[in-house]
């Protein structure tokens, strides 16, 4: 279809405008609502359309949810145009910090088998080198000498002087024990093979500044940069922009600046203010026709935005594309806190099952996680020291309502979570003796868990004692903390509990917390180390964990009660923003409180960073009114918990003016019907990796428990040795591109590259080598039986790493792939074979070595051949798995009835996944290895009707069906 009539037929006037414009810079300021992600989708299609490289395409996007949905529309614009979606795996659509990872890699291979560190895993870093790193020097400083806030300092002056790009020198200079200990954190990082997200952007803008030949090549297709939300940008993100756009023909920037709600940590709304003044042929084109929210809704929060802030915004004039009844605004004080909760309760339930029309006609039901319920904080304590949400939260379980507490700490007011943390807390100095054991079992753990069996937790706790606390005189035994937490699920019989899905996701969140406490963490193997970790956990409880906007997007059918802050860029049919009083909605300003000498950040600090000021203030109140989609309910309370003194309506509130706002807490909004519950579709389920679809292949509730609840398993010593013996193998190709390396050759790869995170080095490695030690002279030896066997691979071919995505079934599966691509001597590509290097062993016949799952291992190749394929034109004359261990290439067919069949199993899953079907499939082979035996009741179960059988993975010794199938107990097999 031609390009311009599919642009006229799916976007507005101004969204076509934005997308066919091609002037080398442009700005489009996107109204909440409008269709951003709509209007993106489209420029790449248009792009192209008229026979652009998908290679030439970088789009940027906030967070990795906001580039799944980009995606997914772009997959959508194709198809509208006549190209195949095929070509996606050759662009890039993701965040930033995902993008730097990738020319990290390519400057160097090494990079791939870094661990990237989030803000949590940053902390527990910080905290398991403390002495090592010289915090203990800094810890006067802290308010009241604490810990804790020790190190949230240091982490927050870290990741300022890489956001800022400041050199760590210029600290020193002005602040010498300050400057000392982030010195030593970086050399430590790069010791450990450890980067944070601030750490990676920095790398690469400073690799482009060198001219670095390797990060130039990386980007060297580059033509059409876009970014979203561009007014989130921080210092360092615009530096390597602006390094990109050199490079690049045209830069595409979307955004609001009404919608800057991250100045507190770096990011310079200027940069969108004021891009037209650093680009001045620029073209600006605004998306203003709201999809999202009623008129009232449009028109109050646009009132409000444009009295607060005046001049000192971009002028827009949003409207709402459609009016769908019956919808609701009121703004109504309380006399106190409780009967402000009781009201948003009751509200609640009068609206659930109410008749909701969405924008393409469909009729449902109202359910519980269509309503939010949004906070300026929700862990500030008041004057009666409980959380601000605590009444809320409280008056919806007085009145039945599920509900997910989205933000830091929140899980640890379920009581399954914090019987698990109180019970960890048992083994703190010793095991604890049998009548205190007892005690607790009978007053709290029975309570949270009721199929609880008192002599299995006294056996595991027994056990547990005697590993952690282990003679300081004896060999250190390292212990996993996860594996504490699934034997105390089995023993709490957490299988026989059938807990809701809120429940068992944040006990899932506790796996996560363990997960990143063994990530980071190179060994747990004495008291000590285990106390820090009691010690870490209670810090969680207390002051929060901080839970990704990812994480929450990924909601159960629940009321969401959250602050503003997580659910940027979400949207809910009822709003309820509460908790809006005097000094509480706007909240005090606040100058800078971090470490940093004010001399070295000053330009950040004029331009109002790392600080609460009121004009970000009124852009927060802003983006929580644009959340709401039909009902929108601002509230406040004179009298609040533990309060002496009556407060007043914050005076944002207070703005809010409209002829169809009402004050009236008793009036039901006209118009409402009964109609049955039917929940959302939530994209953000949606699978996007490879291992994803595997887990379900091989068993539903291994993915549930995964996916669905955040479950993890622990991580083994030996964790990161097959990554660091592929990057071994990537490294020679990378640097022998023109002959076969020698056994020396190899060997002295292996030891410039080779790393385990979670093994300590011997302190004597050539009279006394240990684990670490065996493990890399076992590298050499695979690196080197590899270049001896395969130097026909050095000497046509070269070895790229390729990104590809694959749509199917409404989503976009990620990954990248290892290609040998064939050469004749002028260097012209003849042929492609894909391999996925394991580091496993096949022993005499691989095919019938039961530790290999044949069908998982064809499945994946089959699909790398697919994406070999889409993305390079180029189609894989083999594929094959080369088991690294002893040295063996197995081939995998795939020829087109293969392919075809891998991909109707990934459909077949995705569809099984969006149905929410994840039956039990248990089979004693699977059973006996899965990470979670201890928390499943391992019933089999079939299927949901209509499900039907994906077809069998072909392989070279016949063909069979997917783990699911093939190992569970009763499958007969057959259609």
């Known amino acids: 279809m031609d390009i311009n009539e599919v642009l006229k037929n799916n976007l507005t006037p101004e969204q076509k405008a934005a997308a066919e414009d091609t002037t080398k810079e442009v700005i489009c300021l996107a109204c909440a609502g409008s269709g951003k992600s709509r209007t993106l989708a489209y420029r790449i299609a248009r792009l192209l359309s008229e026979g652009e490289k998908p290679e030439s395409i970088v789009a940027f996007t906030f967070t990795d949810k906001a580039a799944e949905t980009i995606k997914r529309r772009v997959a959508k614009a194709l198809m509208d145009v006549g190209i195949s979606t095929d070509v996606m795996g050759a662009m890039y659509i993701g965040t930033i910090h995902s993008y730097c990872q990738y020319i990290l890699g390519r400057i160097d291979p090494v990079y791939r088998q870094y661990e990237v560190l989030d803000d949590n895993r940053l902390i527990l870093y910080l905290m398991s080198r403390y002495l090592e790193l010289g915090l203990k020097d800094l810890r006067s400083r802290a308010c009241r000498n604490r810990y804790f806030e020790t190190i949230k300092q240091v982490s927050n002056s870290w990741k300022v002087v890489n956001d800022e790009m400041i050199k760590i020198e210029e600290v020193e200079e002005h602040d010498p024990e300050l400057g000392a200990s982030l010195n030593r954190l970086s050399r430590c990082l790069q010791r450990d093979q450890y980067l944070d997200f601030s750490l990676m952007i920095r790398k690469v803008v400073d690799a482009f500044d060198d001219g670095n030949p390797n990060a130039l090549s990386a980007v060297d297709q580059l033509k059409h940069l876009m970014v979203d939300e561009y007014q989130d940008v921080s210092p360092s993100q615009e530096y390597l922009i602006r390094h990109l756009h050199r490079l690049s023909e045209t830069l595409f920037v979307v955004g609001d600046d009404d919608q800057a709600i991250y100045g507190w940590r770096g990011a310079d709304v200027s940069n969108i203010i004021n891009f037209q003044d650093r680009f001045s042929e620029a073209s600006e084109h605004t998306l203003s026709e709201n999809f999202r929210s009623t008129s009232s809704i449009v028109e109050v929060s646009n009132a409000f935005i444009s009295a607060e802030l005046g001049p000192s915004r971009i002028d827009k004039m949003p409207h709402a594309a459609h009016n769908i009844t019956p919808s609701d605004i009121r703004v109504i004080g309380f006399s106190d806190r409780k009967s402000e909760a009781t009201w948003v309760a009751e509200r609640i ?97 029975l309570l949270a868990y009721p199929h609880a069996d008192f002599e299995s937790v006294v056996k595991v706790l027994t056990e547990w004692g005697r590993q952690i606390h282990t003679p300081l005189e004896g060999t250190r035994q390292r212990i996993y903390p996860q594996n504490l937490v699934f034997e105390l699920l089995g023993a709490f019989g957490i299988a026989e509990s059938n807990f809701s899905d809120e429940i068992m996701r944040d006990i899932g ?467």
């Not at 990104?803 to 260097?827: H, M, N, Q």
Request: proline share 6%.
């Open 349 to 445: 339930n009068s609206l659930l099952g109410t008749a909701y029309e969405e924008p393409d006609g469909e009729v449902r039901g109202l359910t519980f996680s269509d309503f939010a319920i949004l906070m300026r904080s929700t862990r500030e304590l008041e004057n009666d020291k409980s959380p601000r949400h605590s009444a809320f939260t409280q008056a919806l379980k007085e009145h039945q309502i599920q509900y997910s507490l989205e933000a830091g700490g929140g899980p640890f007011e379920r009581p399954q979570v914090n019987v698990l943390r109180e019970t960890f807390r048992l083994l703190r100095d010793g095991s604890p003796n049998r009548s205190d054991v007892r005690t607790y079992f009978d007053n709290s753990i």
């Open 509 to 975: 969140l506790f796996s996560k917390m363990i997960q990143d406490i063994e990530a980071v963490y190179v060994s747990v193997d004495s008291p000590d180390r285990f106390q820090s970790i009691l010690n870490f956990l209670d810090n969680a409880a207390e002051t929060g964990y901080d839970v990704s906007t990812d994480d929450i997007v990924r909601r159960p059918n629940t009321v969401a009660v959250s602050t503003v802050h997580k659910v940027k860029g979400l949207e809910y049919p009822v709003v309820f923003l509460v908790d809006a009083e005097a000094q509480r909605f706007p909240g005090n300003k606040k100058k800078y409180q971090g470490w940093l000498p004010e001399a070295i950040i000053k330009n950040a600090l004029n331009r109002g960073a790392y600080q609460r000021n009121y004009d970000e203030e009124a852009r927060l109140f802003y983006t929580a009114l644009t959340r709401a989609e039909r009902y929108l309910y601002v509230t406040g309370a004179k009298k609040l918990p533990g309060g002496k003194s009556e407060r007043k309506l914050s005076k944002y509130a207070l703005r809010l003016k409209h002829d169809e706002i009402s004050h009236d807490p008793t009036q039901m909004p006209k118009g409402l019907i009964s109609y049955p519950q039917k929940q959302k579709i939530d994209e953000a389920v949606l699978p996007t990796s490879f291992s994803e679809i595997r887990y379900y292949l091989h068993c539903p509730m291994d993915y549930r428990f995964r996916k669905g609840f955040g479950f993890t398993p622990a991580i083994p010593e030996m964790f990161g040795f097959g990554q660091t013996v592929h990057t071994c193998i990537q490294k020679l190709h990378t640097e022998f591109t023109d002959g076969i390396p020698t056994s020396e050759d190899a060997e002295s790869m292996v030891k410039n590259t080779f790393h385990l995170q979670h093994v300590p080095r011997s302190g004597d490695p050539v009279l006394k080598p240990g684990p670490y030690e065996n493990a890399e002279n076992a590298t050499v030896k695979i690196a080197q039986n590899y270049v001896e066997n395969n130097g026909k691979d050095f000497q046509t071919s070269r070895q790229v790493e390729a990104r590809f995505e694959i749509p199917a079934e409404g989503c976009v599966i990620s990954g990248s792939i290892d290609l040998l691509l064939k050469e004749d001597p002028t260097g012209t590509i003849i042929g492609a074979e894909v391999i996925d290097f394991k580091a496993m062993e096949g022993k005499d016949d691989p095919f019938a070595n039961e530790e290999l799952e044949w069908t998982e291992l064809a499945l994946q190749v089959q699909l790398y051949a697919k994406a070999a394929r889409d993305v390079l034109g180029e189609n894989a004359r083999t594929g094959s798995v080369h088991l690294l261990k002893d040295d063996k290439r197995m081939e995998v067919p795939i020829f087109q009835d293969a392919i075809d069949a891998a991909v109707m199993n990934v459909e077949w899953a995705v569809k099984g996944i969006l149905d929410g079907d994840y039956p039990m499939r248990p089979h004693p082979d699977k059973c006996d290895k899965c990470d979670f035996k201890d928390l499943c009741p391992k019933i089999p179960q079939e299927f949901r009707s209509g499900a039907g059988l994906p077809p069998e993975i072909h392989l070279i010794n016949g063909n069979r069906r997917v783990l699911a199938f093939s190992k569970f107990e009763g499958f007969q097999g057959g259609d």
